[in-house]
């Protein structure tokens, strides 16, 4: 087997004049030229590109493997921020790091290998982000705080783009972010995100946005889109 590629200098995020980050998810852009698309995602001013990997069992239904991440790479220099939606995380880490992903969250509800997984993933010299369903109790977010780079709240049930916001949620954003408030740590909120959801995401304590069809199909162009989230603050 062939040794793991470890990323020495994974590439780093724009810098933009708010605090809030603002990525695209690349689910709703269109399969057919997904180079293309991620290119323009980048000049639209988007700070990563997010990009969910589903495997039919985790979430029912399937998208991306490492060739199409690769793929994006090769087109892009942007920031990759992948979002696993599989059981197994542990197992495809080094297939998703070589890809080029720039950070890997996985869920914790899809392994019971949470810790090694998180360490296993900033081993290989990336970020590392821990995602949790929509159910998902906050009590199961504080002991990892501090072994990872990222916290992602599902604002939807994961599995399919374009689902309406839940806000149920944004209680566990706030008390998340009361958690970190002397800490780094992002805060991703990720399904249904568009400029009303997202204010009430940022003013609980997200500084990271997701966003899919509210940039596709919602907003006037992606670029204006992308300016109208990243206004937030
Ligand atoms: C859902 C995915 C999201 C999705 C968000 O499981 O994790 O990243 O693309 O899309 P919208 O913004 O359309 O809800
Ligand atoms: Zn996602």
Do not use: W
């Amino acid at each position: 087997m062939s040794p793991l590629r470890y990323k020495v200098y994974p590439k780093t995020m724009k810098k933009n004049h708010s605090n809030t980050l603002v990525y695209p998810s690349i689910l709703s852009g269109d399969f057919g030229r997904l180079a293309e698309e991620a290119k323009s995602l980048e000049q639209a001013g988007a700070d990563a590109i997010h990009i969910d990997i589903m495997d039919g069992h985790f979430v029912p239904n399937l998208t991306f493997g490492p060739k199409a991440v690769s793929a994006i790479n090769r087109a892009t220099n942007i920031f990759l921020d992948v979002h696993m939606m599989i059981y197994n995380p542990y197992d495809y880490v080094e297939a998703f790091v070589s890809a080029g992903a720039d950070r890997i969250t996985f869920h914790f509800e899809a392994t019971e290998d949470v810790e090694d997984t998180l360490e296993f993933i900033r081993k290989c010299g990336i970020e590392a982000g821990l995602a949790f369903r929509p159910e998902t109790s906050f009590s199961m977010v504080p002991k990892y705080l501090t072994m990872c780079d990222l916290i992602l709240l599902m604002t939807v049930s994961p599995g399919f783009g374009g689902q309406e916001f839940m806000p149920e949620v944004l209680e566990k954003v706030e008390l998340t972010r009361k958690f970190c408030e002397k800490q780094e740590i992002k805060i991703q909120v990720d399904g249904g995100i568009n400029a009303e959801t997202g204010a009430m995401c940022v003013k609980a304590g997200a500084n990271v946005l997701v966003s899919g069809d509210y940039l596709y199909k919602q907003a006037p162009s992606v670029k204006q889109g992308i300016a109208s989230l990243k206004e937030l603050s």
